[in-house]
């Protein structure tokens, strides 16, 4: 199966809003708003599409969305920590900055439609956001997988990526900040496009 990424933008909504849609909201109706601001759950169904949309068209939602054919079929939500502050076991990952600023990008979730898992999607996305930080000017990227070696996790748990796929990527491991989650960086360069 041929996988392409785009970045999300006023253009690909609709395409990342069906496939949010064909999955009840994403996790639990999270609409991809969760990292950004958590009392945004508590809105109306209808409300977070609109306000995923609005955050999207002022340049304050990013994502890589990959598509298999002409349907999107999973992303990888990207931003700067002002953007997406919202981050898991927040106290243990604050306590492993001993004081420094974090990096300017994080990656905070991945989503794969259900009849693609298995198939590459997660790691189409993950290569997507970094081409996409890279058109921004790149930087020192950050994100916090699980580590799935030797344990098994819920798929629920796996909205941040596995470890394994990162290290792939080239990613780096800097602290542990649960169980089995991780924080691990790489730089990107800035590309010339």
């Known amino acids: 199966m041929a996988l392409t990424s785009v970045p999300l933008t006023a253009e690909t909504f609709e395409d990342f809003a069906a496939l949010v849609d ?4 994403v996790f639990g ?27 999207v068209i002022a340049g304050q939602a990013h994502a890589a969305l990959v598509y298999a054919g002409g349907d999107c079929v999973g992303w990888c939500q990207f931003g700067s920590p002002a953007e997406l502050p919202q981050i898991k076991n927040r106290r243990n990952y604050e306590a492993s900055l001993s004081g420094e600023a974090a990096p300017p990008w994080r990656l905070t979730c991945f989503f794969v439609h259900r009849r693609h898992r298995g198939l590459g999607v997660a790691r189409a996305a993950l290569a997507g956001a970094l081409v996409e930080i890279a ?9 916090y997988p699980e580590d799935v070696h030797q344990v098994r996790v819920s798929p629920t748990f796996l909205h941040a990526g596995t470890l394994a796929m990162f290290e792939a990527a080239g990613f780096a491991r800097v602290a542990r ?6 924080v691990v960086r790489r730089q990107v360069a800035a590309s010339a496009d």
Request: glycine letters at 18%.
């Open 22 to 25: 064909a999955h009840g909201g």
């Open 177 to 182: 900040i649960g169980k089995n989650k991780w």
């Open 135 to 143: 058109r921004q000017g790149g930087g020192l990227v950050e994100a």
């Open 29 to 55: 109706g999270c609409w991809c708003l969760g990292f950004h601001d958590r009392s945004l759950f508590a809105l109306p169904y209808a409300e977070k599409r609109e306000r995923k949309r609005q955050m």
